[in-house]
């Protein structure tokens, strides 16, 4: 049964940088030909693609937030990292991580809520 946990603050004051953790248990992050994604859902509003990282470690980014966000691993403990800088209010969202295949994201974490604000 694959699993995936998100972890990272729940608050962040504008113009810092957004760090969260996935840690997968039941698969490897660094076999099979799945992708590792990030998505969130502001209030209100639908699913947002952030971006994901390939078994590889190839990274794909959604062009309207490519300039702010970088998607990094640790291999050694199946954990991987979303990084989103500058971030403003209209970051505030529901933080999700997934596995899937690039376009349908079947395994999801249970979510975690950012706050951006000062």
């Known amino acids: 049964q694959v699993q995936l946990q998100e972890s990272g603050p729940g608050l962040v004051k504008p113009s810092q940088t957004l760090s969260l953790i996935c840690t997968v248990s039941?698969?490897?992050?660094?076999?099979?030909?799945?992708?590792w994604a990030w998505i969130r859902q502001p209030p209100g509003k639908g699913l947002e693609w952030i971006g994901c990282?390939?078994?590889?470690?190839?990274?794909y980014y959604s062009p309207s937030l490519q300039s702010r966000t970088s998607i990094s691993r640790d291999t050694s403990k199946n954990q991987f990292t979303l990084h989103l800088s500058s971030v403003g209010p209209e970051d505030t969202a529901v933080y999700y991580c997934?596995?899937?295949?690039?376009?349908?994201?079947?395994?999801w974490g249970q979510g975690t809520q950012v706050t951006v604000s000062s």
């Open positions: 990282i390939g078994a590889s470690g190839s990274t």
């Open positions: 997934a596995r899937g295949g690039r376009v349908v994201w079947v395994y």
């Open positions: 039941g698969d490897s992050i660094t076999t099979n030909t799945y992708y």
